[in-house]
């Protein structure tokens, strides 16, 4: 079922699990410690804290001795095998986001507030010119809320099926080079047309995940993070959700 779900959606939507719990409550104290440290890294004018690999979990996931355990995670593992997690990201967000930031153009901002910045993970801007290559083959997106919010706090927001549409664009930019340089193969032009694709052609969907939720991506599925809205509902710390985002051994696995 969550295999011809994520084949065919891109996403999976788990509902509350009580063995997530325990992970949940030991994770949170310390990802509210990753916020306070002096070096934490805040933008979109203080309302995003980036957080990539930022929670102190040991390689099969758990933290402070509590495994991470649920029928998200099996069947994670049952799809992809075990792969070891890295630390993972925590994607905090607090009233007001998106806020402009002093170094960030119009253009990038806007694109925050009117496409949610969507995106596929592991395209990084390389060079100068920051031309997109996929230099962090994921496997998948593993997505666990840490703290209870509202609906409209900032919650992760995708396209569905979009997964079909990014795969295929990117498997025309890459086919034609050997498969060992697809690491250094520029799929800019071939990821922007893709997105506009999408977002004429596929649903935009909300994902608002609670503690003990969790969701699974598809690793070609377009996905961002809505504004906050209006009087949304956090705690002080802001929306916190932590993402396990495994690798593959190359682009070729990944593709």
């Known amino acids: 079922m969550v295999a011809a779900a994520l084949a065919a959606r891109g996403w999976v939507r788990f509902p509350a699990d009580p063995a997530l719990l325990p992970w949940v409550r030991a994770a949170l104290p310390l990802a509210q410690a990753a916020l306070a440290e002096p070096g934490a890294l805040w933008r979109a004018?203080?309302?995003?804290?980036?957080?990539?690999?930022?929670?102190?979990?040991?390689?099969?996931g758990s933290v402070a001795g509590v495994p991470l355990t649920g029928r998200a995670i099996e069947a994670a593992r049952h799809l992809f095998g075990p792969l070891p997690f890295h630390r993972a990201q925590l994607s905090v967000t607090r009233p007001g986001y998106p806020r402009p930031d002093a170094d960030e153009t119009a253009a990038s901002h806007r694109y925050r507030l009117t496409r949610d910045?969507?995106?596929?993970?592991?395209?990084?801007?390389?060079?100068?010119?920051?031309?997109?290559?996929?230099?962090?083959?994921?496997?998948?997106?593993?997505?666990?809320?840490?703290?209870?919010?509202?609906?409209?706090?900032?919650?992760?927001?995708?396209?569905?099926?979009?997964?079909?549409i990014m795969a295929?664009?990117?498997a025309r930019a890459l086919v034609p080079h050997d498969p060992a340089g697809w690491a250094d193969v520029d799929v800019t032009e071939a990821y922007q047309d893709a997105r506009r694709e999408v977002f004429a052609r596929c649903d935009r969907l909300v994902l608002h995940g609670q503690p003990g939720e969790a969701v699974l991506l598809h690793r070609h599925l377009l996905h961002?993070?809505?504004?906050?809205?209006?009087?949304?509902?956090?705690?002080?710390?802001?929306?916190?959700?932590?993402?396990?985002?495994p690798e593959l051994r190359n682009v070729r696995d990944w593709l």
């Open 117 to 164: 910045a969507a995106h596929v993970d592991g395209l990084l801007p390389i060079g100068a010119a920051r031309r997109r290559m996929i230099r962090e083959p994921h496997a998948y997106i593993l997505g666990l809320a840490l703290n209870p919010t509202g609906p409209g706090a900032a919650p992760l927001v995708v396209w569905d099926r979009s997964h079909r």
């Open 45 to 60: 004018g203080g309302t995003w804290f980036v957080g990539v690999d930022a929670l102190a979990n040991a390689p099969d």
């Open 168 to 170: 295929a664009a990117f």
């Open 224 to 245: 961002g993070v809505a504004p906050w809205a209006d009087g949304a509902l956090a705690p002080p710390d802001g929306r916190i959700v932590a993402y396990f985002r």
